[in-house]
Structure formats: structure tokens, C-alpha cells
């Protein structure tokens, strides 16, 4: 039994220490072997049974934590390709994929019917949200209600829509 708890305690220290960081630095490279140490942790969890492992003998959320990944990869690609990149000449900056829509800054756009403060929310919980496609729940501080967006990404962006006919692009 001495053997099995020491697999299972050097199997979660390396899915732990795997998951320490990757939450310190996202890398798609990195996050591949989570799902392996996952398996591996949850088979030793449950070779040993309920005497070690407890009532729990698996190890769940990591495909929340892959999505999360996959999602802070992609923003920094966005942001680092939006430093890196020059507006074409004469243009003055990258044009708004919003018809009818305004630039709020910092390559954040709001569609004819959204706001600026409620376009600055959207991008923010999307930042939050695990995956490169989300449904997020966004505060508007202009009407005081909360509206439902669903964002995806769009060419080199993120684009979202939904609420009150609102759109956002960043």
C-alpha cells in the first residue's frame, strides 16, 4: 500500500507542477501533456481505491483548463500581431469591421447599436473566459442590464454578438 500511495503522490506532483505552469506562463506546448498526466494520475487513483484515493478517484476540469489555454494563446497572438503590424499607408490604422460601428481604441470596436463601456466589458469577460469561443454574460453600465454575447474568432480577431442586437470586434 506504501508503494501505491507514493505513485499516486509523485503522479499528482507532476500534474500539479504541470498545471502551476502552465497557469504561470500559457503555452499550448506545455498544456499537451496535461491530459496525459491527468490519465496517468487518475489510473494510479484508481489502482489504489478508496483507502488513498478517497471517495474521488479522478481528476477532472483539465479539458476547462486545455480550453483556457487555447484561449490565452490566441490573445497573445492577437496582441502580439496588433504590435507588430503597420497600418497600411495612408489609412491612418486598421479600418472598423463594424459597418456603421466606432472605433472605442486599442483595436476595440463597437457596432451601431453597442457602446463603448459595454464593447470594453465584452472584451474584458471574454479575457476572462476559458476557450477561443465563449458565451459570456456582460454588464452594460449605460442601460444597467446584463446581456448574453457569444464571441468566436474572427480573421486575426474576436469577434461577439448578441444582447440587444449589440456586436463588438477586437
Known amino acids: ?3 501505491a500511495a507514493h505513485e499516486v503522490l509523485d503522479r499528482e506532483t ?3 507542477t504541470s498545471v502551476g505552469g ?3 506562463r500559457p503555452s499550448a506546448a506545455d498544456a499537451s501533456q496535461l491530459s496525459t498526466l491527468a490519465s496517468n494520475l487518475t489510473s494510479a487513483l484508481s489502482a489504489t481505491g478508496p483507502a488513498i484515493a ?5 481528476v477532472t476540469n483539465t479539458d ?3 480550453r483556457w489555454v487555447a484561449r490565452a494563446v490566441h490573445a497573445r497572438h492577437v496582441r502580439h500581431h496588433r504590435t507588430t503590424t503597420t497600418p497600411p499607408s495612408g489609412g491612418g490604422g486598421p479600418a472598423n469591421p463594424l459597418q456603421n460601428g466606432r ?3 486599442g483595436g476595440l470596436y463597437a457596432g ?3 457602446t463603448c463601456p459595454f464593447a470594453q466589458n465584452v472584451r474584458d469577460a471574454y479575457n476572462e473566459a476559458p476557450g477561443a469561443t465563449a458565451t459570456v454574460e456582460v ?3 449605460v442601460t444597467g442590464q446584463t446581456y448574453t454575447m457569444d464571441c468566436a474568432p474572427s480573421g486575426t480577431g474576436v469577434t461577439c454578438s448578441g444582447g440587444n442586437n449589440a456586436s463588438v470586434s477586437f
Open 54 to 58: 478517497g471517495t474521488s478517484q479522478t
Open 14 to 16: 507532476a500534474y500539479l
Open 1 to 3: 500500500m506504501s508503494s
Open 22 to 24: 502552465v497557469l504561470a
Open 139 to 141: 454588464y452594460s453600465p
Open 64 to 66: 476547462v483548463l486545455m
Open 112 to 114: 451601431p447599436n453597442t
Open 103 to 105: 472605433s472605442c481604441g
